[in-house]
């Protein structure tokens, strides 16, 4: 089975800018959940999307938000892009929500806000 | 709210050298833990889990851990390190009842290992 896939690899954008980055799950997965991970902070938990819904969400401000299409693929996007938020982007997903589920990694998406 | 301590920040090892890696969570319910190895340009991959049962965990690569519950720990051992262990291990939990897959992580552990 191929892996999780996140495009683009890198993007660079300016202040001020919005940016939409994209997750493709393993076939037949159906939840994807995102990640930003920083020097300083580690890596935290965005949000959790299931079945097109969010799950879950994590203690961000309101200019991160996401979505999923009915094929699982998901999409982040992030608005009025400031330079605290660059970040690796990592997206993962698992067969279903709920605690129990092993979560498989993407490779991550680097932005860098200039 | 669940937090993750992973108390060394770097480690240096020569090959062959014993190791264990610290990890404690703040829960006070019933958790699932992780931990997750990211090799150098690599993405982050599972080396073991545990979820119930026998606390003590084998993984992938020789890895193990040992869930001790009064102490809050899921320590990563592993007998003899070699070269290619060189790396960033993250400890990771969830919370049982939480019924979403939000993981919470540690701030990673860089494992160096010397020829």
């Known amino acids: 089975k191929a892996g999780v896939t996140q495009t683009p690899r890198y993007l660079i954008k300016t202040r001020g800018q919005q940016v939409t980055l994209s997750c493709s799950p393993i076939s037949g997965h159906r939840s994807v959940s995102w990640y930003q991970q920083t020097p300083g902070q580690g890596l935290q938990f965005l949000f959790e999307y299931f079945s097109e819904t969010q799950r879950n969400k994590g203690n961000f401000p309101g200019r991160f938000s996401g979505r999923q299409f009915s094929n699982s693929r998901s999409e982040m996007n992030v608005s009025t892009l400031e330079l605290g938020d660059s970040a690796l982007y990592l997206c993962?997903?698992?067969?279903?929500?709920?605690?129990?589920?092993?979560?498989?990694f993407g490779p991550g998406t680097r932005l860098t806000v200039l | 709210a669940q937090s993750v301590s992973q108390h060394n920040h770097h480690v240096i090892l020569s090959e062959a050298a014993s190791l264990e890696l610290g990890c404690n969570y703040s829960?006070?319910?019933?958790?699932?833990l992780f931990w997750y190895v990211q090799y150098p340009g690599q993405h982050l991959q599972l080396l073991l889990k545990?979820?119930?049962?026998?606390?003590l965990v084998k993984g992938i690569k020789g890895f193990e851990a040992e869930f001790i519950k009064s102490k809050f720990s899921f320590n990563l051992r592993k007998p003899s390190v070699q070269w290619s262990d060189t790396a960033e291990y993250f400890c990771?939990?969830?919370?049982?009842?939480?019924?979403?897959?939000?993981?919470?992580f540690g701030t990673g552990t860089r494992l160096t290992v010397i020829p």
């Open positions: 545990y979820f119930s049962g026998d606390p």
């Open positions: 990771a939990v969830n919370a049982r009842t939480s019924g979403a897959n939000n993981l919470f």
């Open positions: 993962a997903s698992s067969p279903t929500s709920g605690a129990i589920n092993e979560q498989f």
């Open positions: 829960y006070g319910g019933t958790v699932n």
